[in-house]
Every structure is written in structure tokens, then in C-alpha cells.
């Protein structure tokens, strides 16, 4: 059976990515390179994983005081704001560093890393795509999101960090520091809009000296309500003084472009002014929204800890005083909590932990924390466990590496940043998730997509698979499965012979183990891509993908 006779995609708003191979037990690994081993050691230590870290504390399990709500009416916030100093402004002043990736990982282990990942010997457990063969159904509908020339607080904002939620008939979309919502047709509705506007009324949010960035976008199929969040910290010139809060807005019912609560989460309540959050991922849970993100000493400093967060979701709906619940997970970088789907389909879980999917090795994309959290709101509030630890390399093989520097037509190169869990979205009982790694399909390294369907009643890994082809690079992919279990994953797609453009690939539930359909271009690329920063160039941090709830279009 076709995928085009099962699979709709409905959308095309975002990057995203996706890959697959078949599934094989991993070959044994060739030693690292003494390069590596030596700056892993002098950057790391020998007993924690990360760098000691002055003045950092480890966080006890608490719940934060309640944060009161201010109310808000999209339709009446002015669009197309720009909110000076922009970007531009900040990184001509010298005050921004666009190659930096905040991780765990310092710029000597990078750069080991991508060195050893160009010397990765080919496998024939990656999945070989074939471009020439037909791909997968053309959308039935395209329509351009947010430009940066329309939002984005003027000048554009690097990287753009798109993200998409979709409800019964509206999508909002972001990008960087600005959202809009429109009809499943494009018809704008509200917006560009950018989210100082929207938080220019919550105390905590809308200081002067605020820096907005990492959006999420969500919608609870279970509530019909839609959620915008972002991350915000106190900056002084280079210098990240505090301040660090999760701006967290709520629609007040099933319409989007009306009024929605707006709250702001004090992201640092055991060691205030110390350190601060970045990276937050969401999901939507059974009795709270989920958070999980990477703090970071002021300044900024290196990597401390990473932490999740519940927001009491009965108390935001209800736009009342709402609580948060935080805890440590301590080295699982960038923690992503599960994002349930299935109300409409019955399928939503009645009991059991929220999971989160959390990366404990620095220097190991392949090792990957399965993290169960239970009543969260609880005091004290409970630590979240480890239910399983999950060995993608094991799942996928390939020998799959640190993501490389990736070419572009005209010349310039562009960054695919790490190997961090890029999503991990639920259905019918099982977690899925892809990332970006480097592998060797034969013709030397290249950016692969990887992805994984995970058993979450015991951690196993029951599907996955590496996706890649010579000389094309695939980076930042985001997927989502409907309600047969199958699935589609968007992704960008270049090469020194091509621009970047967006792609999807996808499977059908009854398609062998380990294997994608032919891909297909949803926005082939026009222009070499050249923002103001210098090569290698910043793409982006993640993208989106979602599935309608109707549990069939993506």
C-alpha cells in the first residue's frame, strides 16, 4: 500500500527532517581519536560529565509560589512591532555570538567531535534514500508563515526556530520571537505579532533590558485550548545578567484569536540571579504542561544541570494563581517531555508517569535517559526516575557521529548544531523522536536523520533507523505519527549542488522495520541562505511538525 493513499500532509509552515534504516544491531565503534579523548578529558573532568561549575547548586525538588495571571486580547496588540535594540542592532554592536550552541560540550570537544565524525567509515545500515524515485503525497495546502521582514522585531532574528500547533480550525504558528494564527487556508487572523507585545502587560516578562527567544507552541487536543511560551533573561550588553522566566500564555477557550491568560515562571527560584534556563521544550500531559531546559551559569557560564517543570494545567485554563512544579534531572541534557496526542481518537493515557527523553552523556549521542515523572505537584515534589537507558547506536547502527558543518550552493557553510533529542511525541502508547546525527551512507559524512519509536512500558526501542544519501546533507527534523502509527517527518535538505530546501519522507505502520518511504520536496530551496551572521551560518535550532486532531493529517 502507497504512503500517498494513507498519509494526507496537510501543511507545510516549517523546516523539519526525517530519516530511517533498517534495524540492525550496531557494529563495535572504532576507538575515539586521541584528539577527542584528550579534550573530552580536558574539558570535562574525570567524575562528573561537566564542567565544575562555580557557584552553581543542584536543585531540590520544590514547588514554586503561584504566579497570577494578567489578561490579554491578541486582537487588540498592534502587528509588525519592532522592538528595538533587534538583533541586527545587538550582534553589529558586538553583542551576540551566533556559532555558539549552549551545551554541555566546550568549543574543543566540539570541534573533536565533527573531526571525528568526517572520518566515519561507511555502513550499509543507513538507509539509502533515493532521490529519483516518486515520494511521498504533495501537500494539500501550502501557504507562507511568519517572514522576518514582516515580525521577527525588525531586521530578522537568527536562527528562526519554527515551531506549529494545530486545532480544529486555526494554526499558530512561530518564529524566533513573533507568532501568528491563521486559518487552515493562510488567511492571516491575528499577527505577526511579536511576543513582547503579548507580554508588554506580565511583570517578569516585559522589562527593558529583556532578551525573548526559544518559542514554543502547543495545543491540548483534550481541552481545546492553545499555548505560546517563551524564554526570556536580563541582558547587559554581552553579559546574561538573570531574570531568567518562562513567558507562558494560555488561550482562554477553543478560539486562538481572542483572549488568553499570560503568566511569568520564575525559571531560578532556588539560586535567583545565579543561573539561568535555555532551550525549553513543552509538551502537553494528563494534568500539567511540561517543561524541561538547560541552565547555565550567568555571564553566560557553562552548563550546570538541566531541570523539568509541571504547570498545574487545571489552574492556567482556568486563568487563576497556577503553581509549578521544578525538579533536577541533573547531566540529561535537553530533557523533552512527552507531547500526548489521541483525545479524539480514545487513545489518550488514563494513568501512569509523564516521560521525558533526556541525552546523560555529554559526548555520547547515543545513550538517551527514558525519564518517568509522577505527581509532580506532590511536596515535597518528587524526582523524576529513570525507567529505562536507551542505546540508539544499538537501535540504528550506522556508527552515527557528532552533526558536521553542512555546504549550500553559492558557497559558505551552515551549522547542524548537536546531536540533542529534537522532539518525542506520543501515540497509541509508544514515544517518538528524531534528531540530526552524522553518518556515512558510502560516499563520505553527511548530516543524517534519526529517528526511534519507543515502547513505553519497558523502554525498548521497537522501530528506528538512520536516513540518509551521499552528498546531501539532512539537519533539524521534527516528526508526528497519527492515529494508524504512521509517520511523517519533515527536515531540511541541502548540498554544495543545491540550496536548502524542506523535505518529507514518512512510513506506513505496516511498512518493514526500519524503512521510509521516498521523500518529497514540500519548498524546494530558491537562494543561498545569508543572514548577517558569519559562515558557518545558523540555520536553525528546531522546527515543527504536528498532526491535526483529527488524528490524520500532518
Not at 527532517?17 to 581519536?33: D, E, Q
Not at 509560589?65 to 550582534?91: E, G, S
Not at 533590558?209 to 481541552?223: H, I, K, T
Not at 522495520?513 to 530551496?525: D, N, R, S
Request: overall charge negative.
Amino acid at each position: 500500500m502507497s504512503l500517498k493513499r494513507v498519509v494526507r500532509v496537510a501543511l507545510v509552515l516549517t523546516v523539519g527532517a526525517i530519516g530511517m534504516a533498517t534495524l540492525v544491531i550496531r557494529p563495535s565503534l572504532p576507538p575515539p581519536s586521541v584528539g577527542r579523548d584528550a579534550a573530552v578529558r580536558l574539558a570535562l573532568g574525570p567524575d562528573s560529565g561537566v564542567a565544575p561549575v562555580s557557584g552553581g547548586v543542584l536543585l531540590p525538588g520544590l514547588l514554586a509560589p503561584p504566579v497570577t495571571p494578567v489578561t490579554v486580547d491578541v486582537r487588540a496588540l498592534p502587528p509588525l512591532v519592532t522592538v528595538p535594540p533587534t538583533m541586527l542592532d545587538r550582534w553589529l554592536a558586538g553583542e551576540l555570538d551566533l556559532e555558539a550552541i549552549d551545551g554541555p560540550q566546550s568549543d574543543a570537544v566540539v570541534a573533536a567531535l565533527k573531526q571525528d565524525a568526517l572520518a566515519l567509515p561507511p555502513s550499509r545500515a543507513i538507509q539509502q534514500a533515493d532521490e529519483a524515485e516518486p515520494g511521498a503525497p504533495a501537500p494539500l495546502a501550502a501557504f507562507p508563515g511568519p517572514d522576518y521582514t514582516e515580525c521577527c522585531g525588525g531586521g530578522g532574528n537568527v536562527p528562526p526556530d519554527a515551531d506549529v500547533a494545530v486545532g480544529p480550525n486555526h494554526v499558530v504558528a512561530v518564529v524566533n520571537v513573533a507568532f501568528e494564527i491563521l486559518d487552515k487556508v493562510g488567511n492571516s487572523l491575528v499577527g505577526p505579532t511579536t511576543f513582547a507585545s503579548l507580554f508588554a502587560q506580565t511583570p517578569g516578562c516585559n522589562n527593558a533590558s529583556a532578551s525573548l527567544f526559544d518559542p514554543n507552541v502547543l495545543y491540548d487536543e483534550s481541552a481545546n485550548r492553545y499555548l505560546l511560551a517563551i524564554d526570556k533573561v536580563n541582558v547587559s550588553g554581552v553579559t546574561i545578567t538573570g531574570g531568567s522566566m518562562y513567558c507562558l500564555a494560555v488561550s482562554t477557550g477553543a478560539n486562538p484569536t481572542g483572549t488568553w491568560y499570560t503568566y511569568a515562571f520564575p525559571m531560578d527560584n532556588a539560586n535567583p540571579g545565579v543561573i539561568w534556563m535555555d532551550y525549553p521544550s513543552a509538551g502537553i500531559g494528563r494534568d500539567a504542561v511540561y517543561m524541561g531546559g538547560n541552565m547555565f551559569v550567568v555571564g553566560p557560564g557553562p552548563f550546570v544541570e538541566s531541570r523539568v517543570w509541571a504547570f498545574n494545567k487545571s489552574q492556567l485554563y482556568a486563568g487563576t494563581a497556577a503553581v509549578a512544579a521544578e525538579q533536577s534531572v541533573g547531566t540529561n541534557f535537553t530533557p523533552q517531555p512527552m507531547h500526548l496526542h489521541g483525545w479524539n481518537q480514545g487513545t489518550w493515557p488514563t494513568s501512569g508517569p509523564h516521560f521525558f527523553l533526556g541525552q546523560p552523556d555529554a559526548v555520547n549521542g547515543s545513550t538517551h535517559a527514558l525519564l518517568a515523572w509522577s505527581n509532580p505537584f506532590s511536596l515535597p515534589t518528587p524526582a523524576p526516575v529513570l525507567a529505562a537507558s536507551i542505546n540508539l547506536d544499538a537501535a540504528t547502527g550506522g556508527n552515527p557521529g557528532f552533526p558536521v558543518d553542512w555546504p549550500q550552493l553559492g558557497g559558505s557553510t551552515m551549522l547542524a548544531n548537536d546531536f540533542r533529542p529534537l522532539d518525542f511525541d506520543y501515540r497509541n502508547g509508544y514515544g517518538w523522536t528524531s534528531s540530526t546525527v552524522s553518518c556515512n551512507p558510502g560516499g563520505g559524512t553527511v548530516d543524517c536523520v534519526r529517528w526511534a519509536q519507543i515502547n513505553l512500558s519497558n523502554g525498548a526501542v521497537t522501530n528506528a533507523g538512520l536516513y540518509a544519501s551521499s552528498s546531501f546533507y539532512r539537519t533539524f527534523p521534527d516528526l508526528a505519527v497519527n492515529h494508524c502509527n504512521d509517520m511523517a517527518v519533515g527536515y531540511t535538505k541541502g548540498s554544495a549542488t543545491s540550496y536548502p530546501g524542506t523535505f518529507v519522507t514518512g512510513r506506513l505502520a505496516t511498512d518493514p522495520p526500519g524503512v521510509l518511504q521516498a521523500e518529497t520536496p514540500l519548498k524546494a530551496g530558491e537562494i543561498a541562505y545569508v543572514a548577517f551572521d558569519s559562515p558557518p551560518r545558523r540555520w536553525g535550532d528546531y522546527t515543527g511538525m504536528t498532526i491535526d486532531p483529527d488524528g490524520e493529517r500532518f
